[in-house]
């Protein structure tokens, strides 16, 4: 079995865990092997430990064996985190969780998109902080597109899925992204949010992926007020489907 993780919105300052503990990715199945990467905003401290926004990422079990690089957005903001899975067979699958900030209908100076807003403006940029995200993302992603990596990301889009601005621009070239949840049943996923009425949340691939199976859970059947995806992606398309010959110890 190969399984990944990927978490919008953590809400959480992961860096207020206790340094005793280890790393945060050690805290979560701490039975199971695993790497990648957790970010909260740094730009701002909260005054407790909760922290709005964040994301992260783990590859779990043998996949964590195939991890050779691990990133997270540099301006501070924890609006996305990625890993590369490599194992040397001429296939290289790059993995984000992303988180899209949205304008509040009432916010308090505290939400993803105030800070998010506060730092561009500290840096002379006037601009929407969702067009942000968007061109920053695409930026972040070209590169990997252009020279023939396969792309996943995990995202909590504040926005529709299919016909949202940043779901067109993921599905024109040199993207060519798709959302495999649709790709696999044939349909558009349901509403993600518990009292949304639009699917705002989805898992984008690249093509070449081939996914066999997706499902989205019924709300509050995991942590947080979205819908949990899960989507089935083969071994093989996903990094050619050989694992090291002989794995970590605690990935056996």
């Known amino acids: 079995m190969v399984s990944y993780l990927a978490e919008c919105g953590e809400a959480t300052e992961v860096e207020r865990v206790d340094a005793d503990s280890g790393e945060i990715t050690q805290t979560l199945l701490p039975e199971v092997a695993k790497r990648g990467v957790v970010a909260n905003n740094t730009t701002e401290r909260s005054l407790g430990r909760d922290q709005p926004g964040g994301t992260g990422i783990l590859a779990l079990g043998r996949l964590s064996d195939l991890v050779t690089e691990k990133g997270q957005d540099t301006t501070g903001l924890a609006r996305w985190v990625w890993i590369t899975i490599d194992s040397g067979q001429g296939i290289r699958t790059r993995l984000v969780a992303a988180y899209n900030p949205v304008r ?122 979205h819908r949990l995806f899960v989507v089935d992606i083969p071994a093989a398309t996903m990094f050619g489907g050989v694992h090291p010959r002989i794995a970590s110890p605690a990935a056996r």
């Open 104 to 225: 509040p209908n009432n916010g308090k100076g505290n939400t993803v998109f105030e800070q998010n807003q506060r730092l561009y403006q500290r840096l002379g940029d006037f601009r929407d902080p969702a067009y942000i995200f968007q061109s920053d993302l695409l930026e972040l992603i070209r590169p990997w597109r252009e020279s023939g990596d396969r792309v996943i990301i995990g995202m909590d889009a504040n926005q529709n899925v299919y016909t949202g601005k940043l779901a067109q621009a993921l599905g024109s070239p040199p993207f060519d992204m798709t959302c495999m949840f649709q790709e696999v049943n044939g349909c558009e996923a349901p509403p993600s949010f518990h009292r949304g009425r639009t699917p705002i949340t989805a898992i984008f691939g690249s093509p070449g992926l081939y996914p066999e199976h997706a499902i989205a859970f019924p709300h509050f059947m995991s942590v947080g007020d």
